[in-house]
């Protein structure tokens, strides 16, 4: 069973291995959009992996975060429901955004003629750069309000319950998947 500050650490480490990933999505999309034939096929692959570690490593990150964190600062720390209420709108977009680079992407992949192709990956480059931008934002805006809060604003016996909580979640999930 983890403690909280061993929880804030892994939380603290996850965010820094997002941004290094969310960095590669940057330089994997423009690579696409700039770097011509010699890169298309590695970039597309870039992304392709990219994309599969978004879905499978942010997905329980933010199932996590909104089922368990998020419902226990709305109750312990009531003023930053605004900040929490916006986060959720950032999963959401979140979402919706890499099912767009998805589609582009698959659609990049059929498309033969050259002109189509290039009007694709321009739109893909553009998606791509957004979705870069959310995460990065996204990413600043937990650390300086929600796991600030967790830090600066609970009690030790608090931040207890909270690491106990997560457990419990993880716990459950281990217990799920096994049966």
């Not at 330089?27 to 770097?35: A, K, N, R």
């Not at 929490?84 to 059929?110: A, M, T, W």
Request: with cysteine; charged share 35%.
């Amino acid at each position: 069973m983890l403690k909280a500050e061993e929880i804030m650490k892994s939380i603290a480490k996850s965010h820094e291995d997002f941004l290094a990933t969310n960095d590669r999505l940057y330089e994997s999309v423009s690579d696409l959009h700039y770097g011509g034939k010699c890169s298309f096929e590695k970039s597309l692959r870039d992304i392709d992996a990219i994309l599969k570690y978004f879905r499978g490593i942010l997905g329980g990150h933010i199932q996590e975060e909104e089922k368990v964190i998020f419902p226990f600062l709305n109750r312990h720390i009531p003023k930053l429901e605004p900040v929490l209420n916006f986060l959720r709108g950032d999963h959401k977009e979140f979402q919706e955004s890499l099912i767009s680079v998805d589609v582009l992407l698959k659609k990049l992949r059929q498309e033969k003629n050259g002109i189509r192709r290039r009007a694709i990956t321009e739109k893909l480059w553009e998606k791509g750069i957004y979705l870069y931008c959310l995460i990065r934002n996204h990413i600043k805006a937990e650390d300086e309000n929600v796991y600030k809060a967790i830090q600066c604003q609970l009690h030790r016996d608090e931040r207890r319950r909270l690491a106990e909580e997560l457990n419990r979640r993880k716990f459950l999930k281990k217990e799920r998947g096994r049966s």
